[in-house]
């Protein structure tokens, strides 16, 4: 039977971003199922994870960008031994600062950021995908493809996702969780502090968490190829 691998994308992104990501793994695991799944459609923040739950398929590999990343790590705490494991890309265990979590957005620009994205949504979507790309190679192309595979959804839809992203600690999903797990940070990204790497490899000294450098947070968009050649690594060694 062929291990599967779920992807999922970031907030405000379609299936489309991760396309790239898919392509390299299939050349370098033709024997790994991957499957990009949607975000969902849905206005209700507090439903997302229920609605996941019941339409990814059990005993596979979940993987996430970002909020995708983050997501995939409640579930796989949720799925425990039906989750084959955890891989989340440019993805922090806590997208707003806490007290508890200073490594990550500070909660004053995260607020501003909702408010005018409540305010302008095209506008803020521009900014977004600016400091997606910022930080990587060629920001101004990066900022161009990530507009291409811009998620269609509803305003109400994408606001829900940024209450998501507020809302989610994802640290005792990782405590709980004692499958294997796989960290990949951006060391020029925007949005997710390069810190963030250090202090989760503090914090669980038995995950293997991963700098790449000279990336933004468009870190599977932007080198898809060695963001698969790190993951069919893992995903092999795991299966010897």
Sequence with gaps: MRDQLILLPGWAFGPAALQPLCEALFELAPDLEVVIEPLPELADADAWLDELDRRLPDDSWLAGWSLG????TQL??????????????????????????PEAMAADIF???HEAFRLDPEETLKRFRSLCSRGGYDPRTLARQLQVSQSASAPAVLEAGLQVLAELDGREALHGYFGPQLHLFAGGDALVPATACDALRRWMPGIEAELITSASHALPLERADDVAATIAAFIKGKAE
């Design 76 to 101: 796989a705490a949720r799925r425990l031994d039906t989750c084959r494991g955890l891989i989340t890309i440019a993805s922090n265990p806590c997208f707003r600062a806490r007290p508890q979590w």
């Design 69 to 72: 990343g983050m997501l995939a």
């Design 111 to 113: 607020d501003a950021f």
